[in-house]
């Protein structure tokens, strides 16, 4: 469950109103201290064993699996969303002749590898538009063939929150024969997810948004058939018997179980791993659906006082409750969010939108910040 009081567990301040978890989360008082504690030993590297470089990572391994209702053996440790997205464009069949299927402004780490990739192969780079009712699954489902070998979405729309249907567009992909790769950064963590059900080949995340947790560290579930594919480089860790160091001139053709295959060579982070495992126990703990309850009761708040001036937003049925986004068209200025965080609101600008995006350290007064702050930065520009 939430705890009471949940702010006292970041270090934010009573007179800012963060509400960009989107851009990067604040760190958890005890995710700083156990980066602080891992500091500290890397001064000490003779007390750093060999077992160490495993065993934090199995624990984060483990942690990630039970966070997206998969398994450990199905999860690698990447450093960003762009790694493992170019993991999955070295393991998915792509025909000249077919398709990759995108999201019109879909956030570019999941848009440059599939348009290298159809450019080596001959393929064509399919973009959705933006549908103006904003149901993104009823467009994506509309654009899936049986010429689709790719569909690379995300959980939710990066700039105003809106939301796919993971599950019904997975099992339309499975129909068309279709790779199914989901970059869930800004969902994992905040909503809840089953790999289980929606089932893509490739779900990737990187930490430091919803997951709590550092700049630089990332995970990736990868499906069953896909366990025994191509790692896009080749280190040492990844290879079986890694654990013995005597023998790692032993050259090998094996590699670790499961999708370790697909680890980054440097997995072993002694500073930011233990963060991250930090971070993705206190979610568990919580439970995911606790923080996208409370996240959502923000942003509902957020809809019905925008509502009230005049101020267009995804409807609750179409977005994911953690993230709601505000059109304030044309004459919004353009150093709206500077002039916002130079009061002490932190929020983002992202396409045409403002996107807002609570966490459990925010409350409703920090919703009435930023209104109050708006109310006064934009007098006179509200629609009639």
């Not at 450093?79 to 999955?88: D, L």
Request: aromatic share 8%; charged share 25%; glycine share 10%.
């Amino acid at each position: 469950m939430i705890p009471d009081n949940a702010r006292r567990l970041f270090e934010v301040p009573d007179d800012i109103a963060y509400l960009n978890c989107s851009y990067m989360s604040p760190q958890l008082r005890p995710v700083r201290e156990a980066g602080e504690r891992a500091l500290a030993q890397c001064s000490r590297p003779w007390e750093i064993p060999p077992a160490a470089f495993f065993e934090e990572v199995e624990k984060s391994r483990d942690l990630f699996a039970r966070l997206v209702g998969g398994e450990a053996d199905g999860v690698a440790l990447i450093p960003s969303v762009s790694y493992g997205i170019a993991v999955a464009a070295a393991n998915v069949p792509v025909e000249k002749g077919s398709s990759i299927v995108v999201l019109e402004g879909q956030f570019p780490s999941n848009v440059y590898p599939w348009r290298e990739l159809a450019g080596e192969r001959g393929a064509k780079l399919v973009t959705v538009p933006r549908p103006p009712d904003h149901d993104w699954t009823g467009a994506v489902l509309a654009a899936l063939d049986t010429g689709v070998a790719v569909v690379a979405v995300p959980n939710c729309h990066w700039t105003d929150g809106s939301l796919l249907d993971l599950v019904a567009i997975g099992e339309r992909a499975r129909e068309v024969g279709a790779a199914f790769v989901v970059d869930a950064i800004q969902s994992l963590g905040a909503h809840p997810f089953d790999v289980t059900g929606a089932r893509p080949d490739f779900l990737v995340a990187a930490a430091y948004k919803w997951l709590l947790g550092p700049y630089g560290v990332g995970f990736m579930h990868v499906r069953g058939d896909h366990r025994n594919g191509r790692p896009i480089e080749h280190n040492w860790i990844n290879r079986a018997g890694s654990e013995k160091f005597s023998d790692l001139s032993e050259y090998t053709s094996d590699f670790q179980p499961g999708a370790r295959r697909y680890d980054v060579g440097e997995r072993s982070n002694f500073i930011l791993l233990p963060m991250a495992t930090e971070a993705l126990r206190h979610i568990l703990d919580w439970g995911v659906e606790n923080i996208s309850e409370t996240a959502g009761k923000l942003t509902d708040l957020i809809e019905e006082e925008a509502g009230k001036r005049g101020i267009e937003t995804v409807p609750k049925e179409r977005r994911c409750r953690h993230v709601i986004g505000l059109g304030l068209g044309p004459d919004a200025p353009e150093d709206l969010a500077a002039r916002l965080a130079a009061e002490g609101v932190f929020v983002s600008v992202r396409g045409g939108s403002i996107r807002v995006s609570p966490h459990i350290y925010n409350d409703e007064r920090d919703v009435a910040r930023l209104f109050e702050v708006l109310d006064r930065t934009l007098s006179g520009t509200y629609p009639a």
